[in-house]
């Protein structure tokens, strides 16, 4: 009975290689969904445009980090005073995102700002952080 065996022995390779077929055909051009939005997610990389320097969240699209730059006007050089963004100055104090320094890594109060430097350039201005009143010293303040 070389014959039944021989089916058989096919039908298992067929069915074998119709499986792998199958999760590869539908494995490979799944698309992945987008991870859901949890609350580590809008954590920026220092640096990135839309990133508020003080409690690294990523903004979106209308919402601004709150700062002055010193002396008003442009040109030159100046100092800003980087405040905050919505979600470390806004709302419940519960549901603030923790304002650290992100120069020494010290926690700064609500009423505490960092201290920047504005390069400007043609086009667009780069911005430096320069840190805290704790760790850029007394006589950074103005
Ligand atoms: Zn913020
Ligand atoms: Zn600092």
Redesign the pocket.
């Known amino acids: 009975m070389m014959d039944l065996l021989s089916i058989l022995l096919f039908l298992i390779i067929a069915a074998v290689l119709f499986w792998f077929g199958y999760t590869l055909f539908f494995r490979l051009p799944r698309p992945r969904g987008k991870p859901m939005a949890k609350g580590g997610d809008i954590e920026g990389k220092p640096g990135d445009p839309q990133t508020c320097p003080v409690c690294m969240a990523r903004l979106p699209p209308g919402k601004l980090v709150k700062s002055a730059v010193y002396p008003p006007g442009s040109g030159g050089d100046r100092i800003m005073h980087i405040m905050g963004c919505p979600y470390c100055l806004e709302g419940d104090a519960e549901k603030r995102r923790p304002r650290v320094?992100p120069?020494?890594r010290?926690a700064i109060a609500d009423t505490e700002y960092l201290f920047a430097r504005v390069f400007e350039r043609p086009g667009k201005s780069h911005v430096h952080v320069l840190?805290?009143a704790?760790?850029?010293g007394p006589k950074a303040m103005r």
């Open positions: 320094c120069v020494c010290k840190g805290c704790k760790c850029r």
